[in-house]
């Protein structure tokens, strides 16, 4: 076998094993009650960790890869910036192993979604078909939750002396949000709107369809608004998309629709400057909770940090900071839930975090997959109320998202790699995807 045809092969099996990470991540998080409460039945909770383990390995390649061989600035730079999140976060929150194993998990599912640079999770069939279980799993789960009381609710499980909790019964209003076999409401809605997005190319329209009335059905009953509102943005942008005949036209509008969609990222600073400290309620009732997440959930934390750690407004405050692994460490006290995930992790990654949004409107162009770019608009949507860290899956797709500026030298080539090349699949003609 040639020089050539052995690394082909090694690339193929690195993403072949990248996709069973992406999957393996998709359905733990997807499926985290069924999953906590099996594991626990036979003790072998320690499995629960598997997809981090693998999630752990793809960081060593994917730094590798953007540092040695692509030589790639961005990566090189963002690597770097997270090794530097690391040790900031040690110093700060004064992290013990546990805690710093938590802060450096919470940040590593998003290089699994970087190094989709150029590539597609659903590009081999068996990786589709998982993923639809996954989506028709976490339909049913949501519509039974209502009529049954599934045993997972309340359980907690304990794996290197970390308690978590396998499923929580929420309210909202007095309405109860149901999180299916999930066992957590947000994450149950994100699951079935991604996975949905992801697959959707491949359905015909008359299946799409069909399918809507029923994905909306179980979003409204994990009464989860903002996932409610994304995937009605998505079917709007589905007939938009499909009333264009030519390809060129889809990818451009999309594409516009994408870099545009960054204009939210800075709608929370701009409400912050414009409207915080003002109480929001003395104009109308129904914005008090719009006045109570400026002043205390966005601008809290920064606020804290400019008062003990000035610098840490420049440089960060670490991985974790201001997300779950905080809550773990000496400074839980000064924990805010900081529902942005821009916010949270401009808080972990500092300025150079700014600069690495700011160029990803640039690689917008670079990214061909319609899926990619109708998850970069919603995304962008979603992502202005919910942080996206915790569910390892929801940091993973914001990732995989934003892998475009990943791929730069390989775009510039004059002649596309294997991996830029169309792939043919069916339902390449139906839906968004059309050519």
């Keep these: 076998m040639s020089d050539v045809a052995s690394r082909d092969r090694g690339r193929d099996h690195l993403f072949i094993f990248l996709v069973v990470t992406f999957l393996a991540f998709a359905i733990r998080d997807g499926l985290t009650g069924v999953l906590r409460y099996s594991l626990s039945i036979i003790r072998l909770d320690v499995l629960w960790f598997i997809p981090d383990f693998m999630c752990f390995a793809i960081v060593g390649i994917f730094a590798y890869q953007q540092i040695f061989v692509k030589r790639n600035l961005i990566g090189t730079l963002f690597v770097v910036n997270f090794i530097i999140s690391l040790i900031i976060a040690t110093i700060f929150m004064q992290l013990d192993t546990l805690t710093f194993l938590s802060s450096l998990k919470s940040l590593t599912p998003i290089f699994v979604g970087f190094a989709f640079y150029n590539r597609s999770a659903t590009e081999f069939r068996w990786a589709r078909v998982v993923l639809i279980?996954?989506?028709?799993?976490?339909?049913?789960?949501?519509?039974?939750?209502?009529?049954?009381?599934?045993?997972?609710?309340?359980?907690?499980?304990?794996?290197?002396?970390?308690?978590?909790?396998?499923?929580?019964?929420?309210?909202?209003?007095?309405?109860?949000?149901?999180?299916?076999?999930?066992?957590?409401?947000?994450?149950?809605?994100?699951?079935?709107?991604?996975?949905?997005?992801?697959?959707?190319?491949?359905?015909s329209r008359v299946v799409n369809f069909m399918m809507w009335p029923v994905l909306a059905w179980a979003i409204y009953v994990t009464t989860s608004k903002t996932a409610l509102g994304v995937i009605g943005i998505y079917f709007v942008l589905y007939i938009a998309a499909m009333l264009l005949r030519d390809r060129a036209q889809k990818l451009g509008f999309l594409q516009g629709l994408a870099?545009?969609?960054?204009?939210?990222?800075?709608?929370?600073?701009?409400?912050?400057?414009?409207?915080?400290?003002?109480?929001?309620?003395?104009?109308?009732?129904?914005?008090?909770?719009?006045?109570?997440?400026?002043?205390?959930?966005?601008?809290?934390?920064?606020?804290?940090?400019?008062?003990?750690?000035?610098?840490?407004?420049?440089?960060?405050?670490g991985a974790g900071c201001y997300a779950y692994p905080m809550t773990y460490t000496s400074l839980s006290d000064l924990y805010f839930p900081l529902d942005n995930f821009y916010m949270t992790t401009y808080m972990m990654l500092g300025f150079p975090f700014a600069i690495f949004v700011i160029m990803q409107v640039y690689f917008v162009k670079y990214c061909k997959d319609v899926a990619k770019l109708s998850l970069i608009v919603l995304m962008n949507i979603y992502t202005v109320t919910v942080q996206c860290y915790g569910p390892s899956f929801a940091t993973l797709m914001v990732g995989y998202v934003f892998s475009a500026a990943f791929a730069v030298q390989s775009v510039r080539r004059s002649r596309p790699s294997p991996s830029q090349r169309p792939l043919p699949h069916r339902g390449r003609e139906a839906g968004i995807a059309a050519e």
Aim: net charge negative.
């Design 133 to 203: 279980l996954v989506l028709i799993l976490s339909v049913i789960g949501v519509l039974l939750n209502p009529y049954m009381e599934y045993p997972w609710v309340g359980l907690t499980t304990n794996a290197f002396g970390v308690e978590r909790t396998a499923g929580k019964l929420w309210w909202a209003s007095g309405e109860v949000r149901y999180g299916g076999f999930a066992g957590d409401s947000t994450m149950a809605a994100f699951t079935i709107f991604t996975v949905y997005v992801l697959l959707s190319p491949y359905f």
């Design 259 to 317: 870099r545009l969609s960054f204009v939210l990222v800075i709608m929370p600073p701009i409400l912050i400057l414009a409207f915080g400290g003002f109480d929001l309620s003395n104009v109308s009732n129904l914005l008090s909770s719009m006045s109570d997440r400026i002043d205390n959930t966005w601008r809290g934390p920064f606020l804290t940090i400019a008062e003990i750690f000035p610098l840490g407004l420049l440089i960060g405050c």
